[in-house]
């Protein structure tokens, strides 16, 4: 028996889902079918509400419904302290560890000779004008990956007289901050050193 068209074209879009093989795929697909009610519907109504209202915060480049985004906006938020991170999925494990009570700067990836990731193709450029307004301490909270660990270095440079500091321990080698639990990402942005 054939697979309709429809339900085929279901299968193929979140086989493009990371972490969903083309198996996942189908058996995702499946259960969205046999849930009509209570998955698929509203599934399908969350992702038009999102497709509509959610943008990316012109200042930090956070996902939100607002921008400025509500954590750039939060006057509570030291605007003094800035935290730069690759990608949003780094930003909200920084916020599920509650740690942190200034901005964010997301830069949009790393740089990466294999991948052909230039620093042009990061968001320096809003970084470094942001850090002319006005900030004391600029954290770098890259991943521990080599394109992260190449990163640091470079922006480092590029910021030049500014405090900045990194992630200290507790971030294994290899390993991606959206992966850690909130202790271990507490304890390495409570140890950040000057560099
Ligand atoms: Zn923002």
Redesign the pocket.
Same mark, same amino acid.
């Given at each position: 028996m054939a697979i309709g068209s429809e339900i085929e074209r279901l299968i193929q879009l979140l086989a493009k889902l990371p972490g969903l093989g083309p198996r996942s795929a189908r058996r995702a697909a499946l259960a969205l079918l046999k849930k009509r009610d209570t998955l698929l519907e509203p599934l399908s109504a969350a992702l038009a509400d999102a497709a509509g209202a959610i943008k990316t /915060?012109? *200042? /930090?480049?956070?996902l939100?419904t607002a921008?400025? /985004?509500?954590? /750039?906006?939060d006057a509570r938020r030291d605007p003094h302290l800035l935290c730069v991170v690759e990608d949003v999925a780094d930003l909200w494990a920084l916020e599920r560890a509650a740690i942190f009570r200034g901005?964010?700067h *997301?830069l949009g990836g790393a740089l990466s000779a294999l991948d052909g990731v230039t620093p042009e193709r990061l968001n320096v450029g809003g970084l470094l004008a942001r850090v002319k307004q006005g900030v004391d301490e600029v954290i770098l909270a890259m991943n521990a990956t080599v394109e992260g660990q190449t990163t640091a270095p470079y922006l480092m440079d590029v910021l030049g007289d500014i405090k900045v500091t990194r992630l200290a321990h507790g971030v294994p080698v290899g390993g991606e901050l959206d992966y850690l639990d909130e202790g271990t990402l507490s304890a390495a942005f409570k140890a950040r050193r000057a560099l």
């Open positions: /915060c012109e *200042v /930090c480049g956070n939100d921008s400025p /985004c509500a954590i /750039c906006t901005r964010y *997301v």
